[in-house]
């Protein structure tokens, strides 16, 4: 068994359980998506998927072994996570924030290895930070600032890059830039990248498997275009919307009024 | 179904109030008679244990004795001055506490007292002519400057209750520091000034009463005039001044009544800790927010607090005396840990 | 934002400290002449050789130690909590250590084992460890009451502020219990003062400043990823809490045996550690060793000033690195938005 997989995991903090029995196998080599509304479970699902949370049943694998039983350094070396908030260092520069993504590759006393100087030139040049690498990290924008993070995921050169929501707090613009980079790097190394999306056209546009989680659970996944129904977007979001469907395009659609919840109508 | 609340919940809501006032009625009795009975009983313990006939005979003037001399000029003046000072530092927490909408404002964690300490120290050390009288004005001109800063400086991102015990806790460490230079400089004057800093009531009597009264009744008269503003301040500035509220006048006057309230137990009593933060919590977690009933509540919990702590600090290992911060520290410290721990859950 | 170059600032920041440990060397109240205080100093020559060895030089080496050990305790802490806001003093620590050397000494006292007239007649050797012992204590309580299924920032600070205030009223209240004849002594230790400390302090101190500088390399570059937040800084291999819990373990070591000897110094760890970032960047490797020797620097500086403000009086220097460093905490906390 290879890449990374969910079997019948169930995800929580402390007593509240946020996920229950969910399944999930990440194709290798492809951008998965997850979609889902607001508090649906994305993010805890992403997190236990880098590790960071463990479940509290089933079980997360990577190549078979569970997360749980990898040596952290290791895990780390094969996996990469970029949370939601990302917490700005003070007084850093991009250079040295890029280079905190060796770590995982270093001994105990921290010393940098031969393969360093490379690896994070890489990283740089694949993000296109070339310019900005000697700028301290408070003095960047939004979306400069998402992209110094990304290059920091990528100088671990992990096959897997896990991303939470690497378009938030963006505009349109910025939004595209940066996917359009994690589809760069999944078609150009072969990297597996799993990322929750808000926006469902984006997700459908960039995504080769799609996971539609709601209310604790994962409702569908498979081919974009599949999952992309009405009754995803009336059940899931509770909008009704016209999905505009061509050969030659992934399909689009157009929200056109939210639908009230039915069982708020009964109680007045 | 109707929007309109009906006649049965108006009713319900009426029964609710009348319950609480009820509640109010019994707590404030039940207050007063546990007060009572603590100064009561507070008259026949001490260094020297003193039988019931004999108190009632000093009490009653019927004897001139040793004993009623311990009574009149010892155990009564302390007595009243413990309650009078309990209720000023709870009343002055309260205010703190609704000016800055902060649950760690207090004159402890401010470092008003601190800084009230520290200005008397000074005088004390280098101006000793000075007469006891003049301490609480002295204390006021610290306070004022130590509170203000404070304040002013947590308030510039917000005045979030870290940022006020931060700035609270260093402003009352540079103070602390002052006062250690100033008894450096003092030599071995320095006991007795240091028993003063820890806080008690030792071998206080009607002359110190007489230094508080004047600062406990202004701004205890104060308080009945703030309780309204106060209220209003909770629902945050801008929701107080569509009411009509205007809000850094009140604000003003509430930071200055609550500085008068401590720096006169400060010049009588030293800093006493944890009364002005613990003691507002406790009141407002038995009878609510509302300002008018709030604040005498909590001046009767403060009374009913200091005279119980010095009640101990006398008898505990009598004939020597413990001091009240040690007390309020045991009771206290814990409270607010708890306090922490609740809030950040 | 202007850096300066690691080695050169070290190097400054070396040569200032050296030069001001001489000056504190020779200046004091019995004054001594350039020349001959240089004399005494290194050729052992004169009568001034007895001071000079044995009462201002080790005096000036303790303040470097403990100036050192509360630098770097105050950064650690700063990185672990990733709370520019904390040293030992707000994480409680201090009030911990204080409390437990003020019960020690009561007990001493109590079992009449020294007449307790002079602080230099009060074991010694014990201290550091009681005052470990005190400082583990109020740590593990600050950490204790701050942890729900993970320790954040905030509420270790709050934790902290609570412990250590109850710490430090009770320590003072039993000093105030205890009676007046060794008030003095024990004041003076309370404000943090250098007065009276001999080669034996130093040789106290000494063994903790080494363990501690041995451990720094192993956890550095596992610090500097905390900076980036607890899951970024997991998915890259480090073990979160087990960084964070032994970095405020080492910081605490640190900061109590330094109190133990010299009593709670504050604000040293609060602010050398921004200078340093500000100097150098805010990585370990660079900062670190920038903040010990500022603190060094700064003890030995407030040490000096103390001396020589109020003469004949000394002026301890805990009160004077507090009136320095309260104010540019307040402006650093009145700056942050």
């Given at each position: 068994?290879?890449?990374?997989?969910?079997?019948?995991?169930?995800?929580?903090?402390?007593?509240?359980?946020?996920?229950?029995?969910?399944?999930?196998?990440?194709?290798?080599?492809?951008?998965?998506?997850?979609?889902?509304?607001?508090?649906?479970?994305?993010?805890?699902?992403?997190?236990?998927?880098?590790?960071?949370?463990?479940?509290?049943?089933?079980?997360?694998?990577?190549?078979?072994?569970?997360?749980?039983?990898?040596?952290?350094?290791?895990?780390?070396?094969?996996?990469?996570?970029?949370?939601?908030?990302?917490?700005?260092?003070?007084?850093?520069?991009?250079?040295?924030?890029?280079?905190?993504?060796?770590?995982?590759?270093?001994?105990?006393?921290?010393?940098?290895?031969?393969?360093?100087?490379?690896?994070?030139?890489?990283?740089?040049a694949a993000t296109d930070m070339t310019s900005l690498a000697g700028r301290m990290v408070a003095t960047l924008s939004g979306g400069e600032r998402r992209r110094a993070w990304i290059a920091m995921a990528l100088a671990v050169e992990a096959q897997i890059l896990l991303l939470d929501e690497p378009t938030t707090f963006l505009d349109i613009g910025h939004q595209f830039e940066v996917l359009e980079l994690l589809q760069h790097i999944n078609r150009s190394h072969g990297i597996t990248v799993v990322l929750s999306l808000h926006d469902l056209n984006q997700a459908v546009r960039f995504a080769d498997h799609l996971v539609a989680v709601d209310r604790g659970t994962i409702i569908d996944q498979g081919a974009p275009a599949d999952v992309m129904t009405e009754r995803l977007l009336t059940d899931t979001f509770r909008v009704s919307a016209s999905i505009t469907r061509a050969t030659d395009s992934p399909p689009v659609f157009i929200a056109t009024g939210s639908i009230k919840d039915p069982s708020r109508h009964a109680s007045v | 179904m109707t929007s309109l609340p009906s006649a049965a919940s108006a009713s319900r809501i009426d029964a609710r109030r009348c319950t609480s006032s009820l509640r109010v009625t019994g707590l404030v009795v039940a207050g007063l008679v546990v007060l009572g009975t603590l100064a009561i009983g507070g008259l026949f313990v001490g260094g020297v244990a003193t039988p019931v006939p004999v108190v009632i005979d000093a009490l009653l003037s019927r004897s001139a004795g040793p004993e009623a001399a311990i009574l009149w000029k010892l155990r009564i003046p302390r007595e009243l001055l413990a309650m009078l000072a309990g209720a000023a530092l709870a009343c002055s927490g309260v205010v703190m506490q609704g000016v800055a909408r902060n649950p760690l404002a207090s004159p402890d964690l401010t470092g008003v007292l601190t800084g009230a300490s520290f200005a008397i120290v000074v005088f004390y050390v280098f101006v000793p002519s000075v007469p006891a009288i003049a301490h609480p004005f002295i204390g006021l001109a610290g306070g004022l400057l130590a509170g203000g800063t404070s304040l002013l400086i947590a308030s510039a991102g917000g005045l979030s209750p870290v940022r006020l015990a931060l700035a609270g806790s260093a402003v009352a460490f540079f103070c602390a520091a002052g006062i250690t230079t100033a008894l450096v400089h003092a030599g071995p004057t320095v006991a007795s000034v240091f028993f003063w800093l820890t806080g008690g009531l030792a071998g206080r009597g009607w002359h110190h009463l007489t230094i508080l009264m004047p600062w406990a009744i202004t701004g205890l008269c104060a308080c009945a005039v703030l309780a309204r503003p106060l209220d209003l301040l909770a629902l945050g500035d801008e929701a107080a001044g569509t009411l009509g509220l205007n809000v850094s006048f009140w604000r003003l006057t509430g930071a200055l009544t609550a500085i008068v309230l401590s720096v006169g137990v400060v010049a009588v009593a030293g800093p006493i800790g944890f009364l002005g933060l613990c003691i507002p919590h406790i009141a407002r977690s038995v009878i609510g927010v509302r300002h008018q009933v709030l604040l005498p509540v909590a001046a009767l919990l403060g009374a009913i607090a200091l005279l119980a702590a010095d009640t101990l600090a006398r008898t505990m290992a009598a004939p020597r005396e413990l001091p009240i911060g040690v007390l309020t520290a045991i009771v206290g410290g814990p409270f607010l840990i708890h306090m922490v721990w609740r809030r950040t859950a | 934002?202007?850096?300066?170059?690691?080695?050169?600032?070290?190097?400054?920041?070396?040569?200032?400290?050296?030069?001001?440990?001489?000056?504190?060397?020779?200046?004091?109240?019995?004054?001594?002449?350039?020349?001959?205080?240089?004399?005494?100093?290194?050729?052992?020559?004169?009568?001034?050789?007895?001071?000079?060895?044995?009462?201002?030089?080790?005096?000036?080496?303790?303040?470097?130690?403990?100036?050192?050990?509360?630098?770097?305790?105050?950064?650690?802490?700063?990185?672990?909590?990733?709370?520019?806001?904390?040293?030992?003093?707000?994480?409680?620590?201090?009030?911990?250590?204080?409390?437990?050397?003020?019960?020690?000494?009561?007990?001493?006292?109590?079992?009449?084992?020294?007449?307790?007239?002079?602080?230099?007649?009060?074991?010694?050797?014990?201290?550091?460890?009681?005052?470990?012992?005190?400082?583990?204590?109020?740590?593990?309580?600050?950490?204790?009451?701050?942890?729900?299924?993970?320790?954040?920032?905030?509420?270790?600070?709050?934790?902290?502020?609570?412990?250590?205030?109850?710490?430090?009223?009770?320590?003072?209240?039993?000093?105030?219990?205890?009676?007046?004849?060794?008030?003095?002594?024990?004041?003076?230790?309370?404000?943090?003062?250098?007065?009276?400390?001999?080669?034996?302090?130093?040789?106290?101190?000494?063994?903790?400043?080494?363990?501690?500088?041995?451990?720094?390399?192993?956890?550095?570059?596992?610090?500097?990823?905390?900076?980036?937040?607890?899951?970024?800084?997991?998915?890259?291999?480090?073990?979160?809490?087990?960084?964070?819990?032994?970095?405020?373990?080492?910081?605490?070591?640190?900061?109590?045996?330094?109190?133990?000897?010299?009593?709670?110094?504050?604000?040293?760890?609060?602010?050398?550690?921004?200078?340093?970032?500000?100097?150098?960047?805010?990585?370990?490797?660079?900062?670190?060793?920038?903040?010990?020797?500022?603190?060094?620097?700064?003890?030995?500086?407030?040490?000096?000033?103390?001396?020589?403000?109020?003469?004949?009086?000394?002026?301890?220097?805990?009160?004077v690195t507090a009136l320095i460093g309260v104010p540019v905490f307040l402006m650093l906390l009145g700056r942050r938005t």
């Amino acid at each position: 068994m290879t890449g990374l997989t969910c079997q019948d995991i169930s995800l929580g903090y402390g007593a509240h359980q946020v996920l229950r029995d969910v399944s999930l196998s990440v194709p290798p080599g492809r951008i998965t998506a997850l979609i889902g509304a607001n508090g649906c479970g994305k993010s805890t699902l992403l997190r236990a998927m880098a590790g960071l949370l463990h479940p509290m049943s089933g079980e997360v694998a990577l190549d078979g072994r569970k997360l749980s039983a990898w040596p952290r350094k290791q895990l780390a070396r094969r996996l990469s996570f970029l949370p939601q908030e990302m917490v700005d260092p003070p007084e850093i520069t991009v250079a040295e924030l890029i280079a905190y993504g060796r770590h995982p590759h270093h001994g105990l006393l921290g010393r940098a290895c031969p393969g360093d100087a490379e690896a994070v030139a890489r990283a740089i040049a694949a993000t296109d930070m070339t310019s900005l690498a000697g700028r301290m990290v408070a003095t960047l924008s939004g979306g400069e600032r998402r992209r110094a993070w990304i290059a920091m995921a990528l100088a671990v050169e992990a096959q897997i890059l896990l991303l939470d929501e690497p378009t938030t707090f963006l505009d349109i613009g910025h939004q595209f830039e940066v996917l359009e980079l994690l589809q760069h790097i999944n078609r150009s190394h072969g990297i597996t990248v799993v990322l929750s999306l808000h926006d469902l056209n984006q997700a459908v546009r960039f995504a080769d498997h799609l996971v539609a989680v709601d209310r604790g659970t994962i409702i569908d996944q498979g081919a974009p275009a599949d999952v992309m129904t009405e009754r995803l977007l009336t059940d899931t979001f509770r909008v009704s919307a016209s999905i505009t469907r061509a050969t030659d395009s992934p399909p689009v659609f157009i929200a056109t009024g939210s639908i009230k919840d039915p069982s708020r109508h009964a109680s007045v | 179904m109707t929007s309109l609340p009906s006649a049965a919940s108006a009713s319900r809501i009426d029964a609710r109030r009348c319950t609480s006032s009820l509640r109010v009625t019994g707590l404030v009795v039940a207050g007063l008679v546990v007060l009572g009975t603590l100064a009561i009983g507070g008259l026949f313990v001490g260094g020297v244990a003193t039988p019931v006939p004999v108190v009632i005979d000093a009490l009653l003037s019927r004897s001139a004795g040793p004993e009623a001399a311990i009574l009149w000029k010892l155990r009564i003046p302390r007595e009243l001055l413990a309650m009078l000072a309990g209720a000023a530092l709870a009343c002055s927490g309260v205010v703190m506490q609704g000016v800055a909408r902060n649950p760690l404002a207090s004159p402890d964690l401010t470092g008003v007292l601190t800084g009230a300490s520290f200005a008397i120290v000074v005088f004390y050390v280098f101006v000793p002519s000075v007469p006891a009288i003049a301490h609480p004005f002295i204390g006021l001109a610290g306070g004022l400057l130590a509170g203000g800063t404070s304040l002013l400086i947590a308030s510039a991102g917000g005045l979030s209750p870290v940022r006020l015990a931060l700035a609270g806790s260093a402003v009352a460490f540079f103070c602390a520091a002052g006062i250690t230079t100033a008894l450096v400089h003092a030599g071995p004057t320095v006991a007795s000034v240091f028993f003063w800093l820890t806080g008690g009531l030792a071998g206080r009597g009607w002359h110190h009463l007489t230094i508080l009264m004047p600062w406990a009744i202004t701004g205890l008269c104060a308080c009945a005039v703030l309780a309204r503003p106060l209220d209003l301040l909770a629902l945050g500035d801008e929701a107080a001044g569509t009411l009509g509220l205007n809000v850094s006048f009140w604000r003003l006057t509430g930071a200055l009544t609550a500085i008068v309230l401590s720096v006169g137990v400060v010049a009588v009593a030293g800093p006493i800790g944890f009364l002005g933060l613990c003691i507002p919590h406790i009141a407002r977690s038995v009878i609510g927010v509302r300002h008018q009933v709030l604040l005498p509540v909590a001046a009767l919990l403060g009374a009913i607090a200091l005279l119980a702590a010095d009640t101990l600090a006398r008898t505990m290992a009598a004939p020597r005396e413990l001091p009240i911060g040690v007390l309020t520290a045991i009771v206290g410290g814990p409270f607010l840990i708890h306090m922490v721990w609740r809030r950040t859950a | 934002m202007n850096r300066l170059p690691f080695w050169p600032t070290a190097a400054i920041t070396f040569c200032a400290l050296v030069a001001f440990a001489l000056l504190a060397t020779l200046n004091g109240a019995a004054d001594l002449g350039l020349r001959q205080g240089l004399d005494a100093l290194f050729l052992g020559a004169g009568d001034n050789a007895g001071i000079l060895w044995d009462i201002r030089l080790p005096r000036v080496a303790i303040g470097i130690l403990v100036g050192i050990h509360l630098a770097i305790s105050g950064h650690l802490l700063q990185s672990a909590t990733r709370n520019p806001l904390t040293d030992p003093n707000v994480l409680g620590i201090a009030g911990g250590a204080m409390l437990a050397v003020m019960i020690f000494l009561l007990i001493t006292v109590y079992w009449g084992q020294t007449d307790g007239s002079k602080l230099t007649s009060y074991p010694l050797a014990p201290l550091p460890f009681v005052a470990l012992f005190g400082g583990l204590v109020a740590a593990s309580l600050t950490y204790l009451i701050a942890w729900r299924a993970g320790v954040t920032p905030l509420r270790l600070v709050l934790a902290g502020i609570a412990i250590g205030i109850t710490f430090q009223a009770l320590g003072l209240g039993i000093f105030a219990a205890w009676g007046s004849t060794r008030m003095e002594t024990v004041l003076l230790w309370l404000s943090g003062s250098l007065y009276a400390r001999g080669w034996e302090h130093a040789l106290h101190l000494l063994p903790w400043t080494i363990a501690g500088l041995l451990v720094l390399p192993v956890m550095v570059a596992k610090l500097d990823l905390l900076s980036i937040g607890d899951d970024a800084a997991a998915t890259l291999g480090v073990n979160v809490g087990a960084i964070r819990f032994s970095a405020i373990a080492l910081a605490t070591v640190l900061a109590s045996s330094a109190v133990a000897i010299v009593g709670p110094l504050g604000f040293v760890g609060l602010i050398t550690p921004h200078a340093a970032r500000r100097l150098v960047g805010s990585a370990l490797a660079k900062s670190l060793p920038i903040s010990a020797l500022l603190g060094a620097l700064l003890v030995t500086l407030g040490d000096l000033i103390g001396r020589i403000a109020m003469p004949p009086a000394e002026i301890p220097v805990g009160a004077v690195t507090a009136l320095i460093g309260v104010p540019v905490f307040l402006m650093l906390l009145g700056r942050r938005t």
